[in-house]
């Protein structure tokens, strides 16, 4: 009875050892998963070696069976708890003194495992929630990066537009100024034209006038040249007839 109640009893420190370690190293992986040095892209680099792609398929088993072994051993800490510290341990204490010290000594280890399991339960489900959380700040870093580049494309793109806006107003501006000098120009060439035509209207004008001046005086000098040769006729006439008289 004895041998069997010193080999429940190691195994039980056993147990108890292992879940101890299982703290410490929850405790170490929670330490490193928080350390700042190390960013979420690494983490997430890490996450996809082919390792953790072929545990994959057990993953979601072991993490559900571990949790349910520590919820199994935070109860029974539980209960060893509320048996060493109910009414009946502590009257056999009171009653026999020898009893009282295993009595204290049961209830710390007890609450020393009722501690150990519980913060392994919690910094098991604290470990997946912060790996869950790496990945999803890896994953949102990597979209908000991809938004930012397409940000900053959209901003380049507005810009050059800007710039482009820019350039053909100004541009338009440029052919403004010339069209204005131009008509400007032009319109000086015109006031120009309208001047010489002005005044080779008045020269021909004037020169209709000589025109009409030497027409009427080439018709006079005609009708002066007419009238002196029906007299040069008239004159021979009558030098004619004289002639014959006289022969």
């Not at 420190?13 to 330490?31: C, G, S």
């Not at 949790?67 to 539980?78: H, R």
């Not at 204005?180 to 020269?203: F, H, I, R, Y």
């Amino acid at each position: 009875m004895c041998l069997s109640l010193q080999r429940i009893t190691v195994a039980m420190t056993l147990q108890w050892t292992v879940v101890a370690f299982f703290l410490y190293a929850e405790i170490t992986v929670n330490l490193i998963l928080c350390v700042p040095l190390i960013s979420a892209q690494r983490w997430r680099l890490i996450f996809r070696w082919r390792i953790w792609s072929w545990l994959s398929p057990y993953w979601n088993k072991c993490f559900f069976t571990i949790i349910m072994v520590l919820i199994v051993l935070f109860l029974d800490a539980l209960r060893e708890v509320q048996k060493y510290s109910g009414p009946e341990p502590m009257q056999d204490a009171k009653v026999n003194p020898n009893v009282y010290d295993h009595v204290h000594m049961k209830l710390f280890r007890a609450q020393r495992n009722l501690y150990i399991s519980g913060f392994s339960l919690f910094l098991w489900l604290m470990m997946r929630r912060v790996a869950t959380l790496l990945n999803q700040v890896a994953v949102t870093m990597e979209d908000s990066a991809g938004l930012q580049s397409q940000i900053d494309n959209a901003v380049r793109a507005a810009k050059q537009q800007q710039e482009d806006k820019l350039t053909l107003k100004q541009s338009f501006l440029e052919k403004e100024k010339s069209m204005s000098a131009a008509k400007q120009q032009l319109k000086l060439e015109v006031e120009k034209l309208a001047g010489q035509l002005k005044t080779a209207e008045e020269a021909v004008r004037k020169s209709d006038a000589d025109i009409e001046a030497m027409r009427r005086q080439a018709k006079g000098l005609a009708q002066e040249y007419d009238r002196l040769l029906r007299e040069h006729h008239q004159l021979q006439n009558l030098q004619s007839a004289e002639d014959k008289k006289d022969w």
